[in-house]
């Protein structure tokens, strides 16, 4: 097989407990290069503990994620941390540096992980500012940033160290709603760009419009993963059909 | 006995104004000392409490524990009469002996028992409260700051130093200023061991001349003045807040700004 064409990423029978709680019980999903895939279920169901699994902010109990082919659920040490310079990760809270500015958030991992010279560093990240559209925001610290502001400069970090794959867990979830879209623009110019994107969101209008991929996730398990219009259209899993019922009319599917 | 008259020409003036003088300067050189010692040493404390092993943690714990919560006076005596008497012998000679490179102006002895059991001890003192401030602020740094760091390939070292020390520091300066402030206050109590810092001098000059209402004015005035003076000093030179510190320039713009708007009010009313 033409390497091109190999999945970026593969998870194999994937598990996750704490302690007794299996919240991770046996996930399988390959994702393509430039593949940009929503993961939607109800809370709890194990979705944003999968993709910290993938850039290991938690340890894996049981199975194997192959990256580019390479067995990475050993790794320790130096080569972690190598592999999560290639995997940028976006949070729900942002969770800028809170004691530095746009620019320097954005160029500090350049700087002290990848020991780029300042200047080249700092150029990069204006690069990136200006990418989602930041340019004049370089020095104002996150506290004098709006929500959208402070996402898409999280955005523009993420970016930094050239990733090929980025993490977004719930990303606009904490955001006002006027700004939801101004971080979701910025979201949907990276696979274009052949960045995989893996996206646990809320959104539904973002899974159907730019997802080539939706997975549904509950108990711990992909339950379904289709294209969006397969998935919204004709959802094959009663538990997924219920969950839209209740996330895309919320009123009619409460029960008195 | 009359009402108290008030004699300062007598107090500052000859020797003892000598006596204060020197009394002053020595409270300057062993706080001085001691904050060196504190503050190297409450980073050693904050390491050992926050490494990731339960035994180093509990070591720490007992060592902060002893030192907050045991007077201050009963550690002096036991740095002075019992640890150094510890000591081998020939570094005690040493200690003991003359030195001229050690004698300050006002002949204030630096390398004596006295001298260095008191910034010892105010050192280990203050140090244990330091790390504990330090650990506070440390914890008041939200954890998605440490994720951050981590997910974008930093050690755990590097996460401390660049990400959570700089800003545990913001968190927490105004109550490391409080324990410098209070190293320095803490040093009269070295008068016990026989340092002669301004407490020891005021005391002095009292039972030459009788001025004690005067000497003590005065001694508490030199308290006073240096610690408004370090903690306003302090307290400028601290890290920026978390966020940054509002710029003069934009704190006038937002002023002019709110003016306008209340100007817009008043004009629409």
Request: glycine share 8%.
């Amino acid at each position: 097989m033409n390497p091109a064409d190999a999945p970026l990423i593969v998870l194999k029978n994937l598990h996750k407990r704490y302690g007794s709680l299996h919240v991770l019980r046996g996930v399988d999903l390959e994702v393509a290069r430039g593949e940009a895939i929503a993961i939607i279920g109800p809370s709890g169901s194990g979705k944003s503990t999968l993709i910290r699994l993938i850039n290991r902010l938690e340890t894996i109990s049981e199975g194997e994620i192959f990256i580019d082919g390479m067995p990475t659920a050993s790794f320790t040490g130096r080569r972690l941390r190598e592999l999560r310079t290639e995997i940028g990760f976006v949070f729900q809270q942002f969770n800028l540096y809170g004691h530095l500015n746009a620019l320097d958030n954005v160029s500090l991992a350049l700087r002290k992980v990848r020991g780029l010279p300042r200047a080249k560093a700092e150029a990069r990240a204006h690069e990136l500012l200006e990418r989602v559209g930041l340019a004049d925001k370089a020095r104002q610290y996150p506290a004098q940033l709006s929500g959208g502001q402070q996402q898409r400069v999280a955005i523009a970090r993420a970016l930094a160290t050239d990733p090929k794959t980025v993490l977004f867990d719930e990303p606009t979830s904490a955001l006002d709603p006027e700004m939801i879209g101004e971080v979701l623009a910025v979201m949907q110019e990276l696979p274009k760009n052949g960045i995989t994107i893996l996206v646990v969101t809320h959104e539904m209008s973002f899974a159907r419009e730019v997802a080539d991929r939706v997975a549904f996730i509950d108990g711990g398990k992909i339950l379904e993963l289709e294209p969006p219009a397969q998935f919204f259209g004709a959802p094959s899993h009663p538990r997924t059909r219920r969950f839209l019922k209740q996330v895309l009319s919320p009123l009619s599917a409460a029960e008195p | 006995m009359g009402g108290i008259t008030l004699n300062f020409g007598d107090v500052l003036a000859g020797q003892p104004g000598q006596w204060l003088l020197s009394g002053f300067l020595m409270t300057l050189y062993v706080s001085i000392a001691g904050s060196l010692v504190a503050t190297v040493l409450a980073v050693v404390l904050l390491a050992l409490r926050i490494a990731p092993s339960r035994a180093i943690n509990a070591i720490a714990i007992a060592i902060i524990e002893v030192f907050r919560n045991t007077p201050i006076l009963v550690q002096f005596l036991f740095w002075y009469f019992a640890a150094f008497g510890l000591l081998p012998r020939a570094v005690r000679d040493y200690v003991t002996d003359n030195h001229p490179w050690a004698v300050l102006p006002f002949n204030n002895v630096v390398l004596a028992p006295e001298y260095l059991a008191a910034a010892w001890g105010l050192g280990v003192f203050i140090a244990a409260f330091l790390a504990e401030e330090l650990r506070a602020g440390l914890n008041a740094v939200p954890k998605g700051q440490t994720e951050a760091a981590i997910s974008q390939g930093f050690t755990y070292g590097e996460t401390l130093r660049l990400i959570l020390l700089p800003q545990a520091l913001a968190n927490c300066w105004q109550p490391l200023v409080t324990q410098y402030l209070n190293l320095m206050k803490l040093s009269s109590i070295a008068s016990a061991i026989g340092l002669a810092e301004i407490t020891y001098q005021v005391r002095q000059v009292e039972s030459y001349n009788s001025h004690a209402f005067e000497a003590f004015a005065i001694g508490t005035a030199f308290y006073l003045l240096v610690g408004l003076a370090l903690g306003q000093a302090l307290g400028a030179l601290g890290p920026h807040p978390p966020g940054g510190r509002p710029r003069r320039a934009d704190l006038a713009a937002e002023k002019e700004a709110r003016a306008a708007e209340v100007a817009e009010a008043a004009s629409d009313a």
